[in-house]
C-alpha cells in the first residue's frame, strides 16, 4: 500500500531480487508485490479508475454496437464524410503524436546524445502505444475489420498510398516492439534477448527512422487524393506529406514532454532519482527542438499558400479560421518555447506542449473533418462515435499506465543489465 | 499550375527518356500517361433532351436487385428533397439519380442524371490499397467486394462524390456503385439499362471516341443551343461517362473546380520520394551516427592521455 504515496522514495519491485534474496515471482512482478486486496483497494482508491469506469460502462455496449449493428448505428460518417472521428483523431491525430519513439531513437542511438537517455524508453513507449491503438481505431472504423491483412496477403494495391501506410505502420510496429523489448526482457530477467535487441540497435532506429518518415508523410498524401474537396489552405498537394512530417516532430517531441510531465507529478513514486533530476533539463532540450520544428513548419506552410497562391483565401471566413490555427496551435507554442527555453522557464515549455499537441490533434481534425468537403456543409459526429473515440483513448491511458507501473520505463532496473 | 505541369511533363519526359535509353532493347516505350483503353465504350448525356421521367433510376434499380426506394419512381416530390442543404445524391439503395435544377432566364428547369461516370483514370482505383476496382477494356470500372477492407478512401478520392458504403450491415459492408452494368450487359455489347429504358434519347451509348465526335457536331450544328464544353472530356482525366447542356454547368449541379487531369496526378509528388527516402536516409543517418560515434571517440582517446 505504501508504495503509491509519495512519502515513501524507495521504488517497488526494481530489482530481480526480494530484500529477503529470493527471486520476484512474475505473478508477483504483475502484482507490484501486493496481495490481491491491497492491489484492489489502490485501485479503487484513485478517482481516476472510476472515471474509467464510467467511460468504459458506456463505451463498451456502444462498441459491441458498432460490431453487430454497423458503423452507421454509432457514427455520422455518410456517404460525403466517410471518414469521421476515429480516423480524423485515432489516425490521422495519434499517428504524429507517436513520432516521439523514432525522433528520441535518433537523438540518443545516431546522434548520440546520451544525456537524453532517461527519457528515450519513454518516447520510445510513447511511440509504440500510440501506433498500437491507431491500429485500434482502425479495427473500429474499418467497414470489414476481419480483413485488416488482407492487404499484406491476399490481394494488393502498392501503387495505393494507404498501402505504403498499411505496410509502414506494420513494420514500424514491429520495429518499436523491438526497441521497446529491452525494458521488458530487463524485466523478466532474459538478458540475452536484450543484448541482441541492444546489437541491432542502429540498424532498428534507421528503419524507424525510414518508416516514420514516410508514412508520417504518407497520411498527409492520402489527403491529395482529395485535392478538390479539403479547402485549399489546409492542402497543398505538392508539400502535403512534408507538412504533415515536419508537424509530426513537433507533435512528438510535445507528446514525450506532456508524458512526462504527467509521470513526475502523478507517478512519482515509480520514477528513479535519475529520471526527476533530469527531467526539467531534458523538457527544455525537447523544448528547443520543438522550437525550431515549429519554426520551420510556419514557414513551409507559408512556402504552402505562395505555391498554390491561396492569398485570397486568406481574406475568407475559412481565411480567418486558418490564421486563427496558425496563430493558437502554431506561432504561439512556438513563441512560449522559444521563451521558455532561452528563461529557463521549464513550466512554460511544459504548457507550450501542451498546446502544440491540441493544436496538432486540431490541425488533423480540420483537414480530415472540418475543412474537408468545404463546399458542402459541416459533419457533427455522432454522440456515440465522441464516446467510443473516448473509450479507446481510455483504454489506451490504462495500457500506458499498466506498463509504467512494472516495466523499467521511469526507472533504472537494479541488478544484470 | 502551369509552371506545375510543365515541370511535371518535364520530369516525366526525363524519365521517360532515361528509362528508354537505359533499357534500349524494349522494342516499344510506354507511354507516360494511360490515356485509356482504345475501344472502351461511354456515354453521352444531353442534359436539353432530358425530361425527369426517372425511367432510367427504376431501370437501374430493377437491373442491379438494388432494394424498393421509398418513394415509387414516378413520385416527382423527390425533386424537391434536400439533405444537409443538398439534392439528391447516389446512395446504398440507388447508383443513379435525376436532379431538377432551375435555370434562372429560362422557361423550363433541366434535370441532371448522375451516376459513376467511370474514369479512364479513376482516383477510386489507384486509392485503393487492396486493388478492390479494375477498369475493363470495355470502360466499366467494376469493384470486387471480396478482397475490399472497407477503408472509404475510394470514397474520399472520388471527385464526384459516386461510390457509397453500406454503413447499416455489420456483417456484409460493401462499397455500393455504378458498376456499367458490366456483367449483365456491358459485356454482352448491350447498353446499360438506364440508357435502354430513356424514352427521349437523352442518353447515347457507344464507342467513348464516337460520342466526342457526335458532342462536338451536336455543339456545332446547334450554335447558341449548347455551352461549348463536353464535361468529362477531360475532367479528371476523362470519363466515359459525359454531359453537353444547354447551360453553364455550373449552374445544373456540375464540379467545375474538377481538375483537368488524373486525380493520380497529385499523389505522384508523394509517390516518387518513396523510394529516395528507403535509398538515400540509411546512407544520411548511418552517416550522422559515424560521425557522431567519431567525436565520442575521439574525446574519450584525449581523455585516456590525458591520464596516461
Known amino acids: 500500500m505504501n508504495i503509491f504515496s509519495k512519502s515513501t522514495p524507495e521504488i517497488p519491485i526494481a530489482t530481480p531480487c526480494k530484500p529477503d534474496g529470493s527471486v520476484w515471482s512474475i505473478k508477483e512482478k504483475l502484482w507490484l508485490g501486493l496481495s490481491r486486496q491491497q492491489y484492489q483497494d489502490q485501485f479503487l482508491r484513485n478517482p481516476v479508475n472510476w472515471l474509467l469506469i464510467a467511460i468504459f460502462a458506456i463505451g463498451v455496449p456502444l462498441i459491441l454496437q458498432r460490431y453487430f449493428a454497423g458503423l452507421g448505428s454509432i457514427t455520422h460518417a455518410s456517404d460525403d464524410y466517410p471518414w469521421g472521428l476515429f480516423l480524423g483523431f485515432g489516425l490521422f491525430g495519434m499517428v504524429p503524436l507517436s513520432a516521439s519513439g523514432f525522433l528520441l531513437g535518433t537523438t540518443v542511438e545516431i546522434f548520440g546524445r546520451k544525456d537524453f537517455i532517461p527519457i528515450e524508453r519513454l518516447a520510445l513507449l510513447n511511440g509504440l502505444l500510440g501506433y498500437f491503438f491507431a491500429v485500434v481505431y482502425l479495427e473500429i472504423d474499418l467497414g470489414m475489420p476481419w480483413r485488416l491483412y488482407y492487404p499484406m496477403f491476399v490481394s494488393l494495391g502498392p501503387a495505393a498510398v494507404l498501402f505504403l501506410v498499411a505496410w509502414h505502420v506494420a513494420t514500424y510496429l514491429s520495429v518499436q516492439v523491438a526497441e521497446v523489448s529491452t525494458a521488458y526482457f530487463e524485466w523478466i530477467g532474459w538478458l540475452k534477448g536484450k543484448r541482441f535487441i541492444k546489437s541491432i540497435a542502429v540498424g532498428l532506429t534507421i528503419s524507424g527512422i525510414i518508416l516514420s518518415t514516410l508514412h508520417q508523410g504518407a497520411l498527409g498524401a492520402l489527403f491529395t487524393y482529395a485535392p478538390t474537396k479539403i479547402h485549399p489552405l489546409w492542402i497543398s498537394t505538392n508539400f502535403q506529406w512534408v507538412h504533415f512530417f515536419c508537424s509530426a516532430i513537433f507533435a512528438g517531441l510535445s507528446m514525450v514532454i506532456v508524458a512526462s510531465t504527467l509521470c513526475k507529478n502523478f507517478l512519482t513514486w515509480r520514477c528513479d532519482r535519475r529520471f526527476l533530476d533530469s527531467v526539467d533539463e531534458l523538457t527544455l532540450g525537447l523544448g528547443k527542438g520543438c522550437a525550431y520544428a515549429l519554426i520551420t513548419y510556419l514557414v513551409i506552410k507559408v512556402v504552402g499558400i505562395a505555391h498554390d497562391n491561396d492569398w485570397a483565401h486568406l481574406l475568407t471566413g475559412w481565411g480567418k479560421y486558418f490564421l486563427l490555427e496558425m496563430a493558437l496551435a502554431v506561432i504561439l507554442p512556438m513563441v512560449l518555447f522559444a521563451y521558455g527555453v532561452k528563461h529557463q522557464k521549464v513550466n512554460m515549455v511544459r504548457w507550450a506542449a501542451l498546446i502544440s499537441v491540441l493544436g496538432i490533434v486540431w490541425n488533423r481534425l480540420n483537414t480530415s473533418m472540418i475543412c474537408f468537403n468545404w463546399q458542402l456543409y459541416r459533419e457533427i459526429p455522432h454522440w456515440k462515435e465522441v464516446w467510443v473515440t473516448v473509450t479507446i483513448f481510455a483504454l489506451y491511458f490504462i495500457v500506458y499506465r499498466f506498463i509504467l507501473y512494472r516495466l523499467p520505463i521511469l526507472y533504472q532496473w537494479q541488478g544484470d543489465k | ?308
Open chain 2, 1 to 308: 499550375m502551369n509552371i506545375r505541369l510543365n515541370r511535371r511533363g518535364f520530369i516525366q519526359g526525363g524519365l521517360a527518356a532515361s528509362a528508354a535509353a537505359t533499357v534500349s532493347l524494349a522494342g516499344t516505350t510506354q507511354a507516360a500517361t494511360f490515356e485509356g483503353y482504345p475501344d472502351s465504350m461511354g456515354v453521352l448525356v444531353d442534359l436539353s433532351r432530358c425530361v425527369g421521367c426517372r425511367s432510367c433510376e427504376a431501370a437501374c434499380n430493377q437491373e442491379q436487385h438494388l432494394p424498393a426506394p421509398e418513394k415509387p419512381f414516378n413520385d416527382f416530390s423527390v425533386f424537391d428533397e434536400m439533405l444537409h442543404g443538398q439534392k439528391r445524391r447516389t446512395d446504398e439503395t440507388r447508383y443513379t439519380v435525376v436532379n431538377r435544377y432551375e435555370i434562372p432566364g429560362r422557361e423550363h428547369p433541366l434535370y441532371r442524371k448522375i451516376q459513376c461516370n467511370h474514369c479512364q483514370e479513376p482516383a477510386c482505383l489507384t486509392s485503393c490499397f487492396v486493388n478492390a476496382y479494375t477498369k475493363t477494356p470495355e470502360g466499366a470500372v467494376i469493384y470486387n467486394p471480396d478482397v475490399c477492407v472497407g477503408c472509404r478512401t475510394c470514397m474520399v478520392a472520388c471527385p464526384f462524390y459516386i461510390p457509397t458504403f453500406r454503413y447499416s450491415s455489420a456483417f456484409h459492408p460493401r462499397i455500393m456503385k455504378c458498376v456499367f452494368c458490366y456483367d449483365t450487359r456491358l459485356t454482352k455489347g448491350r447498353p446499360p439499362a438506364c440508357v435502354e429504358s430513356c424514352p427521349q434519347e437523352a442518353l447515347t451509348f457507344g464507342r467513348r471516341t464516337d460520342l466526342l465526335d457526335m458532342a462536338r457536331q451536336r455543339i456545332r450544328e446547334n450554335p447558341g443551343a449548347y455551352e461549348n464544353h463536353i464535361y468529362g472530356e477531360h475532367e479528371a482525366g476523362g470519363t466515359a461517362w459525359m454531359y453537353i447542356s444547354p447551360a453553364p454547368f455550373a449552374q445544373v449541379g456540375f464540379d467545375t473546380t474538377v481538375p483537368k487531369e488524373p486525380i493520380l496526378n497529385y499523389v505522384k509528388d508523394f509517390l516518387s520520394i518513396v523510394p529516395m527516402v528507403l535509398t538515400i536516409w540509411p546512407a544520411l543517418f548511418a552517416g550522422f551516427h559515424l560521425l557522431a560515434k567519431r567525436k565520442e571517440t575521439r574525446e574519450q582517446q584525449t581523455k585516456n592521455e590525458g591520464e596516461v
